[in-house]
């Protein structure tokens, strides 16, 4: 397994980034990084399963295993679907998103992945790519 860390401090505060991260349009936006059209089904609540999929249905169930409003969202990998087949994960897979305020209006997002090497390997260069686009989205100065 690999850890993925993204520390990305930002212009805004905790309460409008931790709504709209995985608001569709926005998550929409952000996550075009890994496939256009990308977007899930499902209610982002603790204890619910959702699908973050593709156009074509291709993609990955994933347990909402902790949400705390303004702290933390973590997501557990269950099982990878392509092209209707399911596959199941390693245990272990999972995808951390930490909320932090440093001020009023300064906040720090850091995303922890946890994955196995190969796909650590192929992720890398497209979360450089979210990560982008998340700090356009979400960094007050940038967006002036």
Known sequence: M????????????VEYV???????PEYREWSSAFKLGYDYEGVLQQGEELFF???????????VSDYQINKSIEFTHL???TDGEHFNHQPGNFER???TNLSDDLMMLDIH???????????????EDAVSIIIELFDNDYLL
Do not use: Q, S
């Open 79 to 81: 099982t990878a679907v």
């Open 18 to 24: 931790f709504d709209k991260l995985f608001a569709h």
């Open 97 to 99: 998103y930490t909320f």
């Open 113 to 127: 992945l946890r994955l196995p090497g190969d796909w650590a390997e192929m992720m890398t260069p497209m979360w």
């Open 2 to 13: 690999t850890d993925l860390h993204h520390k990305i401090i930002l212009n805004n505060n």
């Open 53 to 63: 999929r593709d156009k074509m249905k291709n993609g990955m169930i994933c347990l």
